[in-house]
Protein backbone atom coordinates (compact mmCIF):
# COMPACT_ATOMS: atom_id res chain seq x y z
CA UNK A 1 0.00 0.00 0.00
CA UNK A 2 1.50 3.10 -0.80
CA UNK A 3 1.96 6.27 1.19
CA UNK A 4 -1.51 7.81 2.44
CA UNK A 5 -2.01 11.86 1.48
CA UNK A 6 -3.29 14.04 3.89
CA UNK A 7 -6.24 16.62 2.19
CA UNK A 8 -7.45 19.83 2.84
CA UNK A 9 -10.91 21.30 2.26
CA UNK A 10 -10.63 24.29 -0.70
CA UNK A 11 -13.01 27.61 0.05
CA UNK A 12 -15.87 25.71 -2.31
CA UNK A 13 -15.68 22.36 0.20
CA UNK A 14 -14.10 20.28 -2.51
CA UNK A 15 -11.25 18.23 -0.95
CA UNK A 16 -7.90 18.67 -2.48
CA UNK A 17 -4.85 16.23 -1.65
CA UNK A 18 -1.67 18.19 -0.09
CA UNK A 19 0.97 16.85 -2.11
CA UNK A 20 0.27 16.10 -6.18
CA UNK A 21 2.11 14.47 -8.85
CA UNK A 22 3.22 17.10 -11.75
CA UNK A 23 3.45 16.11 -15.18
CA UNK A 24 4.94 19.58 -16.98
CA UNK A 25 7.43 18.56 -19.67
CA UNK A 26 7.15 14.54 -19.44
CA UNK A 27 6.69 13.62 -22.67
CA UNK A 28 3.39 12.17 -23.85
CA UNK A 29 3.11 8.58 -24.41
CA UNK A 30 4.82 6.26 -22.75
CA UNK A 31 7.01 8.02 -20.51
CA UNK A 32 3.85 9.82 -19.07
CA UNK A 33 1.50 7.01 -18.66
CA UNK A 34 4.54 5.21 -16.57
CA UNK A 35 5.51 7.77 -14.56
CA UNK A 36 1.52 8.37 -13.85
CA UNK A 37 1.25 4.82 -13.07
CA UNK A 38 4.17 5.09 -10.85
CA UNK A 39 2.48 8.03 -8.77
CA UNK A 40 -0.24 6.51 -7.95
CA UNK A 41 0.59 3.26 -7.23
CA UNK A 42 3.08 5.17 -4.74
CA UNK A 43 0.14 6.92 -3.07
CA UNK A 44 -0.11 10.00 -5.16
CA UNK A 45 -4.02 10.80 -5.50
CA UNK A 46 -3.45 14.26 -6.99
CA UNK A 47 -2.51 14.57 -10.85
CA UNK A 48 -1.69 18.12 -12.54
CA UNK A 49 -1.30 18.35 -16.36
CA UNK A 50 -2.16 20.89 -18.64
CA UNK A 51 -3.34 21.24 -22.03
CA UNK A 52 -0.12 22.89 -23.21
CA UNK A 53 2.34 20.06 -22.13
CA UNK A 54 0.27 17.54 -24.60
CA UNK A 55 0.18 14.83 -22.24
CA UNK A 56 -3.28 14.78 -21.02
CA UNK A 57 -4.80 11.88 -23.09
CA UNK A 58 -1.55 9.90 -22.02
CA UNK A 59 -2.65 11.20 -18.56
CA UNK A 60 -6.29 9.32 -18.63
CA UNK A 61 -4.71 6.39 -20.35
CA UNK A 62 -2.80 6.26 -17.21
CA UNK A 63 -5.39 6.44 -14.45
CA UNK A 64 -8.18 4.51 -16.90
CA UNK A 65 -6.10 1.66 -16.60
CA UNK A 66 -5.26 1.58 -13.47
CA UNK A 67 -6.18 0.22 -10.45
CA UNK A 68 -7.51 3.35 -8.74
CA UNK A 69 -11.46 4.64 -9.04
CA UNK A 70 -11.33 7.78 -10.79
CA UNK A 71 -13.49 9.46 -8.16
CA UNK A 72 -10.35 8.49 -5.47
CA UNK A 73 -7.93 10.66 -8.28
CA UNK A 74 -8.21 14.39 -8.27
CA UNK A 75 -7.01 15.53 -11.51
CA UNK A 76 -6.42 19.14 -12.71
CA UNK A 77 -5.87 20.45 -15.95
CA UNK A 78 -5.55 24.13 -17.68
CA UNK A 79 -6.78 25.97 -20.17
CA UNK A 80 -3.81 26.88 -23.15
CA UNK A 81 -5.83 29.96 -24.91
CA UNK A 82 -6.59 33.34 -24.28
CA UNK A 83 -9.66 33.13 -26.12
CA UNK A 84 -13.21 33.33 -24.40
CA UNK A 85 -15.16 31.66 -27.12
CA UNK A 86 -12.94 29.23 -27.12
CA UNK A 87 -12.88 28.26 -23.30
CA UNK A 88 -15.92 25.82 -23.38
CA UNK A 89 -14.98 23.66 -26.37
CA UNK A 90 -11.15 23.39 -25.03
CA UNK A 91 -12.72 22.26 -21.59
CA UNK A 92 -14.62 19.72 -23.10
CA UNK A 93 -11.35 18.44 -25.23
CA UNK A 94 -9.96 18.11 -21.77
CA UNK A 95 -12.53 16.24 -20.32
CA UNK A 96 -12.37 13.50 -23.14
CA UNK A 97 -9.12 12.91 -22.60
CA UNK A 98 -9.12 13.11 -19.29
CA UNK A 99 -11.92 10.70 -18.81
CA UNK A 100 -14.93 12.23 -18.61
CA UNK A 101 -14.09 15.10 -16.33
CA UNK A 102 -11.59 17.17 -14.35
CA UNK A 103 -11.70 17.72 -10.64
CA UNK A 104 -9.96 21.49 -11.20
CA UNK A 105 -9.60 23.77 -14.15
CA UNK A 106 -6.96 26.31 -14.24
CA UNK A 107 -6.64 29.21 -16.80
CA UNK A 108 -2.90 28.88 -16.75
CA UNK A 109 -1.43 32.18 -17.97
CA UNK A 110 -3.82 35.12 -17.51
CA UNK A 111 -1.88 38.00 -19.52
CA UNK A 112 -4.00 40.74 -20.58
CA UNK A 113 -5.83 42.31 -17.28
CA UNK A 114 -9.27 43.40 -20.14
CA UNK A 115 -9.77 40.18 -20.98
CA UNK A 116 -9.67 38.27 -17.75
CA UNK A 117 -13.31 39.21 -16.45
CA UNK A 118 -14.46 37.38 -19.81
CA UNK A 119 -12.75 34.04 -19.02
CA UNK A 120 -13.29 34.23 -15.99
CA UNK A 121 -16.96 34.54 -17.22
CA UNK A 122 -16.72 31.29 -18.80
CA UNK A 123 -14.86 29.92 -15.97
CA UNK A 124 -17.94 29.94 -14.40
CA UNK A 125 -19.82 28.35 -16.67
CA UNK A 126 -17.55 25.27 -16.64
CA UNK A 127 -18.00 25.58 -12.85
CA UNK A 128 -22.08 25.14 -13.23
CA UNK A 129 -21.66 22.18 -15.88
CA UNK A 130 -21.19 20.04 -13.11
CA UNK A 131 -18.25 18.21 -14.88
CA UNK A 132 -15.43 20.27 -12.89
CA UNK A 133 -15.13 20.48 -9.25
CA UNK A 134 -13.64 23.90 -8.84
CA UNK A 135 -12.24 26.47 -11.25
CA UNK A 136 -8.44 28.32 -10.24
CA UNK A 137 -5.93 30.11 -12.29
CA UNK A 138 -2.18 29.62 -12.39
CA UNK A 139 0.73 32.18 -12.13
CA UNK A 140 -1.92 35.19 -11.30
CA UNK A 141 -0.50 38.42 -10.09
CA UNK A 142 -2.59 40.35 -7.70
CA UNK A 143 -4.07 42.69 -10.59
CA UNK A 144 -5.06 39.01 -12.24
CA UNK A 145 -6.86 38.74 -9.17
CA UNK A 146 -8.13 42.38 -8.27
CA UNK A 147 -10.05 41.94 -12.07
CA UNK A 148 -11.76 38.51 -11.04
CA UNK A 149 -12.78 39.59 -7.69
CA UNK A 150 -14.53 42.71 -9.41
CA UNK A 151 -16.33 40.71 -11.85
CA UNK A 152 -17.05 37.43 -10.18
CA UNK A 153 -16.46 34.42 -7.65
CA UNK A 154 -13.00 33.69 -6.11
CA UNK A 155 -10.45 31.06 -7.87
CA UNK A 156 -10.53 28.46 -5.53
CA UNK A 157 -6.38 27.75 -6.17
CA UNK A 158 -3.42 29.78 -7.61
CA UNK A 159 -0.98 27.68 -8.83
CA UNK A 160 2.63 29.70 -8.72
CA UNK A 161 6.08 28.64 -9.23
CA UNK A 162 7.36 28.22 -5.39
CA UNK A 163 10.73 27.33 -3.96
CA UNK A 164 12.20 27.99 -0.40
CA UNK A 165 14.71 29.54 -2.33
CA UNK A 166 12.63 32.02 -4.83
CA UNK A 167 8.84 32.92 -4.15
CA UNK A 168 6.65 35.66 -3.86
CA UNK A 169 6.08 36.37 -0.52
CA UNK A 170 3.27 39.23 -1.05
CA UNK A 171 1.60 37.39 -4.07
CA UNK A 172 0.82 34.06 -1.67
CA UNK A 173 0.19 36.16 1.31
CA UNK A 174 -2.33 37.68 -0.51
CA UNK A 175 -4.14 34.61 -1.74
CA UNK A 176 -4.18 32.95 1.70
CA UNK A 177 -5.63 35.75 3.23
CA UNK A 178 -8.16 35.71 1.32
CA UNK A 179 -9.15 31.47 1.48
CA UNK A 180 -7.29 31.19 -2.07
CA UNK A 181 -5.32 28.13 -1.50
CA UNK A 182 -1.45 28.35 -3.40
CA UNK A 183 -0.03 25.75 -5.43
CA UNK A 184 3.40 25.17 -5.70
CA UNK A 185 4.80 24.06 -8.69
CA UNK A 186 8.83 23.68 -9.20
CA UNK A 187 9.47 23.07 -5.49
CA UNK A 188 12.22 21.59 -6.27
CA UNK A 189 13.73 24.90 -8.16
CA UNK A 190 14.32 22.87 -11.63
CA UNK A 191 16.81 20.73 -9.12
CA UNK A 192 19.31 23.85 -9.48
CA UNK A 193 19.59 23.84 -5.12
CA UNK A 194 19.70 20.62 -4.56
CA UNK A 195 23.52 20.43 -3.79
CA UNK A 196 23.27 24.34 -2.19
CA UNK A 197 26.04 23.29 0.97
CA UNK A 198 22.87 25.13 3.36
CA UNK A 199 20.78 22.71 1.98
CA UNK A 200 22.82 19.90 2.15
CA UNK A 201 23.78 20.04 5.89
CA UNK A 202 20.40 20.72 6.89
CA UNK A 203 19.88 17.16 4.53
CA UNK A 204 22.94 15.23 6.96
CA UNK A 205 21.12 16.53 10.18
CA UNK A 206 17.85 15.43 9.83
CA UNK A 207 18.27 12.33 7.27
CA UNK A 208 15.76 13.46 4.64
CA UNK A 209 16.91 14.30 1.18
CA UNK A 210 17.52 17.35 -0.33
CA UNK A 211 14.22 17.18 -2.53
CA UNK A 212 12.48 15.85 0.64
CA UNK A 213 13.50 19.00 2.85
CA UNK A 214 12.35 21.77 0.11
CA UNK A 215 8.47 20.07 -0.06
CA UNK A 216 7.94 19.26 4.10
CA UNK A 217 9.08 23.21 3.46
CA UNK A 218 6.28 24.03 1.25
CA UNK A 219 3.95 22.02 3.10
CA UNK A 220 4.80 23.93 6.56
CA UNK A 221 3.34 27.14 4.14
CA UNK A 222 0.30 25.87 3.95
CA UNK A 223 0.95 25.22 0.35
CA UNK A 224 -0.51 22.25 -1.80
CA UNK A 225 2.93 20.83 -3.54
CA UNK A 226 3.89 19.29 -6.91
CA UNK A 227 7.32 18.29 -7.68
CA UNK A 228 7.72 16.02 -10.44
CA UNK A 229 10.18 12.94 -11.39
CA UNK A 230 10.31 10.47 -13.88
CA UNK A 231 12.58 8.20 -12.03
CA UNK A 232 10.32 4.96 -9.79
CA UNK A 233 12.28 5.88 -6.66
CA UNK A 234 12.58 9.47 -6.39
CA UNK A 235 8.48 9.87 -7.32
CA UNK A 236 8.03 7.50 -4.18
CA UNK A 237 10.71 9.52 -1.82
CA UNK A 238 8.85 12.98 -2.55
CA UNK A 239 5.91 11.50 -1.54
CA UNK A 240 8.07 10.13 2.24
CA UNK A 241 7.77 13.81 3.94
CA UNK A 242 5.01 13.02 6.44
CA UNK A 243 6.95 11.26 9.43
CA UNK A 244 9.18 14.45 10.15
CA UNK A 245 8.34 18.06 10.51
CA UNK A 246 11.19 21.06 10.00
CA UNK A 247 11.25 22.80 13.49
CA UNK A 248 11.06 26.49 13.87
CA UNK A 249 14.66 27.44 14.07
CA UNK A 250 14.89 25.25 10.65
CA UNK A 251 11.87 27.16 8.94
CA UNK A 252 13.19 30.40 10.17
CA UNK A 253 17.12 29.68 8.55
CA UNK A 254 15.25 28.84 5.25
CA UNK A 255 13.51 32.19 5.00
CA UNK A 256 16.84 33.36 4.76
CA UNK A 257 17.62 31.70 1.98
CA UNK A 258 15.09 33.52 -0.30
CA UNK A 259 16.67 35.42 -3.01
CA UNK A 260 15.48 37.71 -5.76
CA UNK A 261 12.26 36.59 -7.62
CA UNK A 262 13.25 34.42 -10.14
CA UNK A 263 11.15 34.08 -14.14
CA UNK A 264 8.70 31.73 -14.35
CA UNK A 265 10.47 30.34 -17.54
CA UNK A 266 14.48 28.35 -17.44
CA UNK A 267 17.37 29.88 -18.63
CA UNK A 268 17.27 30.62 -21.97
CA UNK A 269 14.03 28.96 -23.12
CA UNK A 270 12.70 32.19 -24.14
CA UNK A 271 14.78 32.63 -27.33
CA UNK A 272 14.09 28.93 -28.74
CA UNK A 273 10.61 29.63 -27.92
CA UNK A 274 7.45 29.86 -31.07
CA UNK A 275 4.37 28.76 -30.65
CA UNK A 276 1.33 28.79 -33.86
CA UNK A 277 -1.67 30.53 -32.89
CA UNK A 278 -5.24 30.37 -33.65
CA UNK A 279 -7.84 33.13 -33.51
CA UNK A 280 -10.97 32.74 -31.89
CA UNK A 281 -14.64 34.44 -33.03
CA UNK A 282 -13.47 37.48 -30.28
CA UNK A 283 -10.34 37.91 -32.20
CA UNK A 284 -8.00 37.16 -29.45
CA UNK A 285 -4.85 34.90 -30.54
CA UNK A 286 -5.07 31.63 -28.77
CA UNK A 287 -1.97 29.40 -28.72
CA UNK A 288 -2.71 26.23 -30.93
CA UNK A 289 -3.43 22.54 -29.06
CA UNK A 290 -0.85 20.08 -30.04
CA UNK A 291 1.89 21.60 -30.66
CA UNK A 292 5.31 20.89 -28.39
CA UNK A 293 5.20 22.30 -24.96
CA UNK A 294 6.83 25.41 -24.92
CA UNK A 295 8.99 26.69 -21.92
CA UNK A 296 6.11 28.06 -19.97
CA UNK A 297 4.78 26.30 -17.39
Known sequence: MGTIVPSKRLANGAEIPLLGFGTWRIPPGLETERAVTDALEAGYRLIDTAQEYGNEESVGRAIGRGRIPRDEIFVTTKYLGASPSGLRRSFDESCRRLGGYVDLFLLHWPIAVAV??????????????????????????????????LHG???????????????????????????????????????????????????EEIGKTPAQILIRWALQQDFIVLPKSVHRDRIRQNLEVFDFQ????????????????????????????????????????????????????
Request: charged residues 20%.
Open 246 to 297: LTPAQLQEMDGWKSALWSPFPPGSLSSFSSKVLTGRDGIVTPAYGETPGPRR
Open 153 to 203: IQPAVNQLKVSAFTYNRQLSGYCQRRGMAVQAYCPLAHGRKLYDPRLLRMS
Open 116 to 149: VPLLWREMEKVAASGRCRAIGISNAKLRHLAAIR
